[in-house]
């Protein structure tokens, strides 16, 4: 249980960090701008429409007496709705990260450089990074939407669907969102989708305390968009946590 007070404290000191550090909170608030107003588009979109996505998904119970015809067409309108929410909070990160690619680099560097004194660089062109970081974002789309079309299917279990169901659903959220945030540290480091997975899987507790509450808070609009940056910063320390790299304060001292 220890790990889920360590996870939460890397998400709370990498928010005090962009707050001591003004010009890059400020400068990492742009690309969650962008994408944020793309995805309120989208929800937007999504909400006036689900009812008749509903009614076109249930042809079959058009002649179904009140209330069994309502109340198997609100669950599933707000099925639809949560699931779209779902994979808004999870490919809102990808997408912000995609944009914002050159200053959360940056960012993360710099707190690898206030922590241990140097950063991790790939070596890689700016495309190359690009491109890689697109297709892992799609490789763990594919993963997560492989649960999330589980979770949409055990939501109509009674009692447990509506209890059970949403726990896991922000249990993978906030694992996902932790893989997506410690990819920016870690792939400098030059470790691959599959190693960084590994990586993950040895401490999940952890994982979970720094991505569960960062996932809730993501639900809340705007707020995503200012917790961004301290999200990048703390993902790399939580990255340095999982390496069992040292701050530049804890290194002991060279041997005369």
Known sequence: MRDLGAGLGHLIK???WVVRHGRWFGLGLLPGLITLVLY???????????????????PFADDWSSPWL???RNTLTVLVFAFGLFLAVITFTAVTLLVGQPFYESLSEEVDRAEGGKAPESGLPLWRELWISARDSVRILVRVALYAVLLFAL??????????????????????LAEELTAVALQRRGMALKERLA??????????????????????????????????????????????????????????
């Open 40 to 58: 309120a588009g989208a929800l937007v979109g999504l909400g006036y429409g689900a009812d008749d996505l509903a009614d076109w998904a249930t």
């Open 155 to 176: 939501g109509f279990v009674p009692v447990a669907g509506q209890t059970v169901v949403p726990l896991l659903g922000f249990c993978v959220t906030g694992y996902f």
């Open 14 to 16: 990498g928010q005090r």
């Open 70 to 72: 309502g109340l198997l």
């Open 199 to 256: 990586l993950l899987r040895g401490r999940r507790l952890l994982i979970l305390g720094f991505g569960v509450p960062l996932g809730l808070a993501f639900l809340v609009p705007f707020v995503a968009v200012f917790l961004m940056p301290g999200a990048v910063a703390g993902a790399t320390l939580l990255a340095r946590d999982l390496l069992g790299e040292e701050s530049v304060g804890t290194v002991p001292p060279p041997r005369p």
